[in-house]
Protein backbone atom coordinates (compact mmCIF):
# COMPACT_ATOMS: atom_id res chain seq x y z
CA UNK A 1 0.00 0.00 0.00
CA UNK A 2 1.66 3.43 -1.04
CA UNK A 3 1.55 6.02 1.63
CA UNK A 4 -0.77 8.23 0.03
CA UNK A 5 -3.36 4.90 -0.18
CA UNK A 6 -2.83 4.67 4.08
CA UNK A 7 -3.52 8.33 4.66
CA UNK A 8 -7.09 7.71 2.33
CA UNK A 9 -7.91 4.61 4.85
CA UNK A 10 -6.62 6.27 7.77
CA UNK A 11 -8.88 9.65 6.50
CA UNK A 12 -11.71 6.67 5.46
CA UNK A 13 -12.16 5.82 8.97
CA UNK A 14 -12.38 9.39 10.67
CA UNK A 15 -14.91 10.16 8.29
CA UNK A 16 -19.03 9.29 8.65
CA UNK A 17 -20.53 7.66 5.73
CA UNK A 18 -22.62 9.65 3.99
CA UNK A 19 -25.36 9.56 1.20
CA UNK A 20 -24.79 12.92 -0.02
CA UNK A 21 -22.08 15.88 0.44
CA UNK A 22 -23.18 17.93 3.44
CA UNK A 23 -23.35 21.79 3.65
CA UNK A 24 -23.72 22.27 -0.38
CA UNK A 25 -23.96 25.82 -1.04
CA UNK A 26 -25.77 25.71 -4.77
CA UNK A 27 -27.75 22.94 -5.79
CA UNK A 28 -28.97 23.66 -9.27
CA UNK A 29 -26.50 23.95 -11.75
CA UNK A 30 -25.80 24.32 -15.50
CA UNK A 31 -22.08 22.51 -16.84
CA UNK A 32 -21.56 23.48 -20.57
CA UNK A 33 -19.73 20.92 -22.93
CA UNK A 34 -18.34 20.49 -26.68
CA UNK A 35 -20.07 17.67 -28.25
CA UNK A 36 -17.04 15.30 -27.92
CA UNK A 37 -17.10 11.90 -26.43
CA UNK A 38 -14.85 13.00 -23.68
CA UNK A 39 -17.36 14.80 -22.30
CA UNK A 40 -18.86 11.18 -21.11
CA UNK A 41 -17.66 11.70 -17.84
CA UNK A 42 -20.12 14.80 -17.63
CA UNK A 43 -23.40 12.35 -19.43
CA UNK A 44 -21.93 9.83 -17.19
CA UNK A 45 -22.28 11.33 -14.30
CA UNK A 46 -26.10 12.98 -15.06
CA UNK A 47 -27.79 9.68 -16.65
CA UNK A 48 -26.13 7.18 -13.60
CA UNK A 49 -27.33 9.94 -11.14
CA UNK A 50 -24.01 10.59 -9.54
CA UNK A 51 -25.02 13.99 -9.49
CA UNK A 52 -28.20 13.61 -7.56
CA UNK A 53 -26.38 11.53 -5.05
CA UNK A 54 -24.55 14.10 -3.83
CA UNK A 55 -27.68 16.37 -3.93
CA UNK A 56 -26.81 18.20 -6.85
CA UNK A 57 -29.41 19.46 -9.76
CA UNK A 58 -27.67 19.12 -13.20
CA UNK A 59 -28.55 20.47 -16.63
CA UNK A 60 -25.79 19.89 -19.10
CA UNK A 61 -25.84 22.45 -22.06
CA UNK A 62 -24.04 21.73 -25.44
CA UNK A 63 -22.05 24.96 -26.70
CA UNK A 64 -21.41 25.83 -30.13
CA UNK A 65 -17.66 26.65 -29.52
CA UNK A 66 -14.85 26.40 -27.07
CA UNK A 67 -14.96 30.19 -26.92
CA UNK A 68 -18.24 30.68 -26.08
CA UNK A 69 -18.02 27.85 -23.18
CA UNK A 70 -15.35 29.64 -21.60
CA UNK A 71 -16.62 33.00 -21.78
CA UNK A 72 -19.83 31.94 -20.50
CA UNK A 73 -17.95 30.31 -17.55
CA UNK A 74 -16.08 33.28 -16.50
CA UNK A 75 -19.35 35.39 -16.89
CA UNK A 76 -21.23 33.41 -14.46
CA UNK A 77 -23.68 32.21 -17.22
CA UNK A 78 -21.95 28.60 -16.70
CA UNK A 79 -21.11 26.84 -13.63
CA UNK A 80 -18.93 25.19 -14.86
CA UNK A 81 -17.39 23.47 -17.84
CA UNK A 82 -16.21 20.64 -19.81
CA UNK A 83 -12.93 22.01 -21.12
CA UNK A 84 -9.73 21.97 -22.93
CA UNK A 85 -7.03 21.75 -20.69
CA UNK A 86 -4.88 24.77 -21.93
CA UNK A 87 -8.45 26.84 -21.29
CA UNK A 88 -7.73 27.35 -17.69
CA UNK A 89 -3.96 27.98 -18.12
CA UNK A 90 -4.15 30.45 -21.02
CA UNK A 91 -6.67 32.38 -19.39
CA UNK A 92 -4.77 32.53 -15.76
CA UNK A 93 -1.60 34.10 -17.53
CA UNK A 94 -4.08 36.53 -19.67
CA UNK A 95 -4.01 35.02 -23.14
CA UNK A 96 -7.24 35.32 -24.68
CA UNK A 97 -9.86 36.14 -22.43
CA UNK A 98 -9.00 36.82 -18.75
CA UNK A 99 -10.15 35.30 -15.94
CA UNK A 100 -9.17 32.67 -13.13
CA UNK A 101 -10.12 29.33 -14.01
CA UNK A 102 -9.32 26.54 -11.60
CA UNK A 103 -9.41 22.85 -12.52
CA UNK A 104 -9.78 20.18 -9.25
CA UNK A 105 -10.59 16.88 -12.06
CA UNK A 106 -8.95 16.26 -15.60
CA UNK A 107 -11.74 14.10 -17.49
CA UNK A 108 -9.54 11.57 -19.47
CA UNK A 109 -6.37 10.79 -21.44
CA UNK A 110 -5.47 10.57 -24.97
CA UNK A 111 -9.09 10.40 -27.65
CA UNK A 112 -7.65 12.81 -30.76
CA UNK A 113 -6.59 11.68 -33.73
CA UNK A 114 -4.82 13.91 -36.84
CA UNK A 115 -7.10 13.60 -39.92
CA UNK A 116 -6.41 14.09 -43.96
CA UNK A 117 -7.84 14.08 -46.66
CA UNK A 118 -8.43 11.31 -48.77
CA UNK A 119 -6.19 13.40 -51.68
CA UNK A 120 -3.45 14.13 -49.36
CA UNK A 121 -3.47 10.89 -47.69
CA UNK A 122 -2.57 9.86 -51.82
CA UNK A 123 -0.06 11.78 -52.29
CA UNK A 124 1.50 10.98 -48.58
CA UNK A 125 0.96 7.10 -49.47
CA UNK A 126 4.39 6.80 -51.28
CA UNK A 127 6.14 8.14 -48.01
CA UNK A 128 4.91 5.53 -45.84
CA UNK A 129 5.91 2.20 -44.95
CA UNK A 130 3.79 -0.56 -45.76
CA UNK A 131 3.62 -3.94 -44.01
CA UNK A 132 1.25 -6.69 -46.05
CA UNK A 133 -0.64 -3.99 -47.45
CA UNK A 134 -1.32 -1.85 -44.62
CA UNK A 135 0.83 1.29 -43.17
CA UNK A 136 2.38 1.26 -40.84
CA UNK A 137 1.72 3.48 -37.71
CA UNK A 138 2.52 5.21 -35.81
CA UNK A 139 3.22 7.55 -39.34
CA UNK A 140 5.32 10.52 -39.04
CA UNK A 141 5.04 13.86 -40.43
CA UNK A 142 7.70 13.05 -42.33
CA UNK A 143 5.68 11.38 -44.64
CA UNK A 144 3.67 14.81 -45.31
CA UNK A 145 6.56 16.87 -45.89
CA UNK A 146 7.01 16.23 -49.63
CA UNK A 147 3.42 17.06 -50.15
CA UNK A 148 3.89 20.22 -48.21
CA UNK A 149 6.91 21.13 -50.25
CA UNK A 150 5.32 20.46 -53.08
CA UNK A 151 1.90 22.53 -52.33
CA UNK A 152 4.43 25.26 -51.67
CA UNK A 153 6.44 25.10 -55.13
CA UNK A 154 3.26 25.56 -56.84
CA UNK A 155 2.73 28.88 -54.37
CA UNK A 156 -0.82 26.86 -52.84
CA UNK A 157 -1.18 27.11 -49.45
CA UNK A 158 -1.47 23.83 -47.49
CA UNK A 159 -4.44 24.49 -45.01
CA UNK A 160 -4.75 22.66 -41.58
CA UNK A 161 -7.41 22.76 -38.94
CA UNK A 162 -7.71 22.57 -35.34
CA UNK A 163 -10.20 23.47 -32.68
CA UNK A 164 -8.74 26.04 -30.73
CA UNK A 165 -5.32 28.31 -30.05
CA UNK A 166 -4.62 26.97 -26.60
CA UNK A 167 -6.39 23.41 -27.19
CA UNK A 168 -4.38 19.80 -26.65
CA UNK A 169 -5.02 19.46 -30.56
CA UNK A 170 -3.25 22.59 -31.71
CA UNK A 171 0.14 21.23 -29.77
CA UNK A 172 -0.51 18.01 -30.45
CA UNK A 173 -0.50 19.15 -34.52
CA UNK A 174 2.11 21.15 -34.13
CA UNK A 175 4.33 18.48 -32.33
CA UNK A 176 3.45 16.06 -34.78
CA UNK A 177 4.47 18.32 -37.79
CA UNK A 178 7.85 19.85 -36.19
CA UNK A 179 8.93 15.91 -35.26
CA UNK A 180 8.85 15.60 -39.11
CA UNK A 181 10.50 18.25 -40.41
CA UNK A 182 7.21 20.62 -40.70
CA UNK A 183 7.81 24.07 -39.10
CA UNK A 184 3.82 25.06 -37.93
CA UNK A 185 4.46 28.33 -37.77
CA UNK A 186 4.63 31.16 -34.35
CA UNK A 187 2.05 33.50 -32.41
CA UNK A 188 3.66 37.10 -31.43
CA UNK A 189 1.91 39.33 -29.75
CA UNK A 190 0.76 41.59 -32.64
CA UNK A 191 0.16 38.50 -34.75
CA UNK A 192 -2.17 35.75 -33.25
CA UNK A 193 -2.75 33.91 -36.31
CA UNK A 194 0.00 31.00 -35.05
CA UNK A 195 1.02 31.20 -39.14
CA UNK A 196 4.36 33.09 -38.24
CA UNK A 197 7.57 31.61 -40.53
CA UNK A 198 4.78 28.36 -41.23
CA UNK A 199 5.59 26.22 -43.57
CA UNK A 200 1.43 25.57 -43.07
CA UNK A 201 -1.61 27.20 -42.80
CA UNK A 202 -3.38 26.02 -38.95
CA UNK A 203 -6.58 27.93 -38.56
CA UNK A 204 -9.76 27.28 -36.22
CA UNK A 205 -12.77 25.25 -37.14
CA UNK A 206 -15.11 24.01 -34.19
CA UNK A 207 -14.94 20.35 -33.80
CA UNK A 208 -18.52 19.19 -35.17
CA UNK A 209 -17.96 20.72 -38.68
CA UNK A 210 -13.71 19.51 -39.14
CA UNK A 211 -15.44 17.08 -41.71
CA UNK A 212 -17.66 19.18 -43.85
CA UNK A 213 -14.61 21.54 -44.07
CA UNK A 214 -12.45 19.26 -44.91
CA UNK A 215 -14.71 17.88 -47.59
CA UNK A 216 -15.55 21.50 -49.08
CA UNK A 217 -11.67 21.97 -49.55
CA UNK A 218 -11.13 24.68 -47.08
CA UNK A 219 -8.71 22.84 -45.09
CA UNK A 220 -6.88 19.93 -46.34
CA UNK A 221 -7.15 17.83 -42.72
CA UNK A 222 -7.45 18.69 -39.16
CA UNK A 223 -6.72 17.76 -35.51
CA UNK A 224 -9.97 16.95 -33.08
CA UNK A 225 -11.67 14.65 -30.48
CA UNK A 226 -13.80 11.87 -31.44
CA UNK A 227 -15.95 11.39 -32.68
CA UNK A 228 -14.93 13.43 -35.79
CA UNK A 229 -11.84 11.63 -37.00
CA UNK A 230 -13.74 8.49 -37.17
CA UNK A 231 -16.97 10.35 -39.02
CA UNK A 232 -14.29 11.52 -41.87
CA UNK A 233 -13.51 7.32 -42.32
CA UNK A 234 -17.56 6.83 -42.02
CA UNK A 235 -17.89 9.60 -44.81
CA UNK A 236 -15.57 8.10 -46.84
CA UNK A 237 -13.52 11.81 -47.55
CA UNK A 238 -10.41 11.37 -44.86
CA UNK A 239 -8.01 8.81 -43.27
CA UNK A 240 -6.54 9.24 -39.70
CA UNK A 241 -2.44 9.18 -39.82
CA UNK A 242 -2.19 9.08 -36.44
CA UNK A 243 -3.43 9.24 -32.79
CA UNK A 244 -2.69 11.39 -29.98
CA UNK A 245 -1.62 8.27 -27.55
CA UNK A 246 0.67 7.59 -30.62
CA UNK A 247 1.96 11.44 -30.68
CA UNK A 248 2.52 11.31 -26.45
CA UNK A 249 1.20 7.88 -24.55
CA UNK A 250 -1.17 8.52 -22.05
CA UNK A 251 -1.42 12.50 -22.65
CA UNK A 252 -3.84 14.47 -20.21
CA UNK A 253 -6.85 15.83 -22.76
CA UNK A 254 -9.74 17.42 -21.24
CA UNK A 255 -10.38 18.60 -17.73
CA UNK A 256 -13.50 20.31 -15.66
CA UNK A 257 -12.97 23.98 -15.41
CA UNK A 258 -14.48 26.41 -12.86
CA UNK A 259 -13.62 30.16 -11.83
CA UNK A 260 -11.51 30.44 -9.20
CA UNK A 261 -14.19 32.38 -7.35
CA UNK A 262 -16.70 29.76 -7.98
CA UNK A 263 -14.53 27.70 -6.14
CA UNK A 264 -14.46 29.88 -2.97
CA UNK A 265 -17.47 30.73 -2.75
CA UNK A 266 -19.02 27.39 -3.44
CA UNK A 267 -16.47 24.66 -1.79
CA UNK A 268 -18.86 21.79 -0.90
CA UNK A 269 -20.62 22.28 -4.41
CA UNK A 270 -17.12 22.05 -5.83
CA UNK A 271 -16.04 18.74 -3.99
CA UNK A 272 -19.59 17.08 -4.99
CA UNK A 273 -18.79 17.86 -8.47
CA UNK A 274 -15.85 16.18 -8.04
CA UNK A 275 -16.76 13.39 -6.27
CA UNK A 276 -19.41 12.78 -8.76
CA UNK A 277 -17.19 13.15 -11.80
CA UNK A 278 -14.78 11.00 -10.33
CA UNK A 279 -17.37 8.15 -10.45
CA UNK A 280 -18.63 8.50 -13.52
CA UNK A 281 -14.66 8.04 -14.66
CA UNK A 282 -14.22 4.88 -12.56
CA UNK A 283 -18.03 3.55 -14.21
CA UNK A 284 -16.41 3.99 -17.98
CA UNK A 285 -13.31 2.13 -17.03
CA UNK A 286 -14.11 -0.50 -14.84
CA UNK A 287 -14.30 -3.82 -15.42
CA UNK A 288 -12.05 -3.54 -18.31
CA UNK A 289 -14.31 -0.99 -20.01
CA UNK A 290 -17.09 -3.20 -19.86
CA UNK A 291 -19.72 -0.37 -19.36
CA UNK A 292 -18.22 1.26 -23.07
CA UNK A 293 -21.60 0.07 -25.46
CA UNK A 294 -23.97 1.30 -22.83
CA UNK A 295 -21.61 4.62 -22.55
CA UNK A 296 -22.33 5.03 -26.17
CA UNK A 297 -25.60 4.49 -26.68
CA UNK A 298 -26.09 7.39 -24.07
CA UNK A 299 -23.30 9.82 -25.91
CA UNK A 300 -25.04 9.74 -28.81
CA UNK A 301 -28.31 11.18 -27.96
CA UNK A 302 -28.74 14.19 -29.59
CA UNK A 303 -28.66 15.91 -26.64
CA UNK A 304 -25.06 15.10 -25.77
CA UNK A 305 -22.77 14.08 -28.94
CA UNK A 306 -25.34 13.47 -31.08
CA UNK A 307 -23.60 10.89 -33.50
CA UNK A 308 -24.01 7.67 -35.06
CA UNK A 309 -23.48 4.93 -32.36
CA UNK A 310 -21.53 2.74 -34.49
CA UNK A 311 -19.29 5.60 -35.47
CA UNK A 312 -18.70 6.47 -31.45
CA UNK A 313 -18.21 2.93 -30.84
CA UNK A 314 -15.31 2.66 -33.24
CA UNK A 315 -13.48 4.42 -30.96
CA UNK A 316 -14.89 4.17 -27.36
CA UNK A 317 -14.46 -0.04 -27.39
CA UNK A 318 -10.76 -0.45 -27.68
CA UNK A 319 -9.93 -0.22 -31.29
CA UNK A 320 -9.67 2.64 -33.49
CA UNK A 321 -10.53 2.89 -37.45
CA UNK A 322 -7.88 4.52 -39.82
CA UNK A 323 -9.03 3.43 -43.29
CA UNK A 324 -12.39 1.55 -44.16
CA UNK A 325 -11.52 -2.21 -42.69
CA UNK A 326 -8.19 -1.38 -41.42
CA UNK A 327 -9.46 -1.08 -37.93
CA UNK A 328 -6.94 -1.72 -35.18
CA UNK A 329 -6.85 -2.74 -31.54
CA UNK A 330 -6.46 0.78 -29.67
CA UNK A 331 -7.52 -0.40 -25.87
CA UNK A 332 -6.01 2.87 -24.73
CA UNK A 333 -7.68 5.61 -26.82
CA UNK A 334 -9.99 6.69 -24.40
CA UNK A 335 -8.75 6.49 -20.68
CA UNK A 336 -10.98 8.33 -18.26
CA UNK A 337 -10.06 6.55 -14.83
CA UNK A 338 -6.94 4.55 -15.41
CA UNK A 339 -3.40 5.22 -15.29
CA UNK A 340 -4.21 7.78 -12.54
CA UNK A 341 -6.17 9.66 -16.00
CA UNK A 342 -8.55 12.33 -13.12
CA UNK A 343 -5.79 13.28 -11.08
CA UNK A 344 -4.94 17.01 -11.90
CA UNK A 345 -1.28 16.73 -12.23
CA UNK A 346 1.10 19.76 -12.15
CA UNK A 347 3.40 18.28 -15.07
CA UNK A 348 0.35 17.77 -16.88
CA UNK A 349 -0.49 22.05 -16.29
CA UNK A 350 3.37 22.51 -17.19
CA UNK A 351 3.45 20.64 -20.45
CA UNK A 352 0.97 22.86 -21.85
CA UNK A 353 2.69 25.78 -20.31
CA UNK A 354 5.98 24.91 -22.44
CA UNK A 355 4.06 24.88 -25.57
CA UNK A 356 2.90 27.95 -25.37
CA UNK A 357 6.38 29.42 -24.55
CA UNK A 358 7.64 27.17 -27.69
CA UNK A 359 5.36 28.71 -29.91
CA UNK A 360 5.41 32.15 -28.94
CA UNK A 361 1.41 32.72 -27.00
CA UNK A 362 3.66 33.17 -23.87
CA UNK A 363 6.16 36.04 -26.05
CA UNK A 364 9.54 36.31 -23.04
CA UNK A 365 11.50 33.14 -21.58
CA UNK A 366 10.08 32.21 -17.87
CA UNK A 367 12.07 30.77 -15.21
CA UNK A 368 11.34 27.55 -13.99
CA UNK A 369 9.94 28.47 -10.84
CA UNK A 370 7.02 30.52 -13.09
CA UNK A 371 5.56 27.35 -14.51
CA UNK A 372 5.54 25.76 -11.02
CA UNK A 373 3.73 28.90 -9.68
CA UNK A 374 1.38 28.98 -12.15
CA UNK A 375 0.47 25.04 -12.45
CA UNK A 376 -0.60 25.46 -8.93
CA UNK A 377 -2.28 28.31 -9.20
CA UNK A 378 -4.60 26.53 -12.22
CA UNK A 379 -4.71 22.86 -11.10
CA UNK A 380 -6.42 21.92 -7.58
CA UNK A 381 -5.27 18.61 -6.48
CA UNK A 382 -6.26 19.13 -2.65
CA UNK A 383 -9.75 19.41 -3.68
CA UNK A 384 -9.48 16.11 -5.94
CA UNK A 385 -7.82 14.29 -3.01
CA UNK A 386 -10.37 15.14 -0.55
CA UNK A 387 -13.38 13.88 -3.30
CA UNK A 388 -11.30 10.68 -3.14
CA UNK A 389 -11.61 10.57 0.28
CA UNK A 390 -15.08 10.72 1.01
CA UNK A 391 -15.98 8.75 -2.04
CA UNK A 392 -13.83 6.13 0.05
CA UNK A 393 -15.58 6.60 3.59
CA UNK A 394 -18.62 6.26 1.76
CA UNK A 395 -17.61 2.64 0.12
CA UNK A 396 -17.98 4.58 -3.10
CA UNK A 397 -14.11 3.84 -4.10
CA UNK A 398 -11.23 1.81 -2.50
CA UNK A 399 -8.34 3.28 -1.89
CA UNK A 400 -6.26 1.45 -3.74
CA UNK A 401 -7.87 2.74 -7.11
CA UNK A 402 -5.51 6.04 -5.94
CA UNK A 403 -2.07 6.27 -5.88
CA UNK A 404 -0.60 9.69 -6.52
CA UNK A 405 2.62 11.46 -6.48
CA UNK A 406 2.85 13.43 -3.28
CA UNK A 407 4.42 16.41 -5.26
CA UNK A 408 1.91 16.32 -7.80
CA UNK A 409 4.34 15.85 -10.97
CA UNK A 410 4.56 13.17 -12.57
CA UNK A 411 7.64 10.92 -13.14
CA UNK A 412 9.40 12.26 -16.47
CA UNK A 413 8.90 10.18 -19.67
CA UNK A 414 10.03 9.35 -22.90
CA UNK A 415 6.83 8.03 -24.48
CA UNK A 416 6.64 10.59 -26.98
CA UNK A 417 6.90 9.96 -31.10
CA UNK A 418 10.20 11.94 -31.10
CA UNK A 419 11.68 10.10 -27.76
CA UNK A 420 12.33 13.33 -26.39
CA UNK A 421 12.19 13.43 -22.42
CA UNK A 422 9.75 15.32 -20.72
CA UNK A 423 10.46 16.49 -16.86
CA UNK A 424 8.05 18.78 -15.49
CA UNK A 425 10.29 20.32 -12.81
CA UNK A 426 12.54 21.20 -15.67
CA UNK A 427 10.17 23.01 -18.26
CA UNK A 428 13.03 24.89 -19.63
CA UNK A 429 15.90 22.06 -20.32
CA UNK A 430 12.92 20.88 -22.09
CA UNK A 431 11.46 23.49 -24.26
CA UNK A 432 15.62 23.31 -25.19
CA UNK A 433 15.85 19.93 -26.32
CA UNK A 434 12.70 20.46 -28.88
CA UNK A 435 14.21 20.60 -32.37
CA UNK A 436 11.58 23.31 -34.11
CA UNK A 437 10.48 25.92 -31.75
CA UNK A 438 11.57 29.26 -29.68
CA UNK A 439 14.33 28.64 -27.14
CA UNK A 440 15.79 30.55 -24.38
CA UNK A 441 15.20 33.90 -25.10
CA UNK A 442 14.50 33.96 -28.43
CA UNK A 443 11.55 35.89 -29.38
CA UNK A 444 9.12 36.75 -31.84
CA UNK A 445 8.58 40.06 -33.32
CA UNK A 446 8.29 42.11 -36.92
CA UNK A 447 7.23 38.60 -38.17
CA UNK A 448 10.34 36.47 -37.74
CA UNK A 449 12.19 34.77 -35.25
CA UNK A 450 15.09 37.15 -33.02
CA UNK A 451 17.73 35.89 -30.97
Do not use: C
Request: proline share 6%; net charge negative; glycine share 8%.
Amino acid sequence: MTRFAALLVTTALALPAAAETPGIEKDELTLGFIKLTDMAPLAIAKEKHFFEDEGLYVTLEAQSNWKVLLDRVIAGELDGAHMLAGQPIAATIGYGTEGAVVTPFSMDLNGNAITVSNAVWEEMKPHVEMADGKPVHPISAAALKPVVDSYADRGTPFNLGMVFPVSTHNYELRYWLAAGGINPGFYSADDTSGQIDGDVLISVTPPPQMPATMEAGTILGYAVGEPWNQAAVAKGIGVPVITDYDIWKNNPEKVFGLTAAFVEENPQTTLALTKALIRAAIWLDENDNANRAEAVEILSRPEYVGADAAVIANSMTGTFEFEPGDKRPAPDFNVFFRYNATFPYYSDAVWYLTQMRRWGQIGEAKPDSWYDETAKSVYKPGIYQQAAEALIAEGKATADMFDFDADGYREPTAQFLDGMLYDGKQPNAYIDSLTIGLKASQTVSGGEVVN
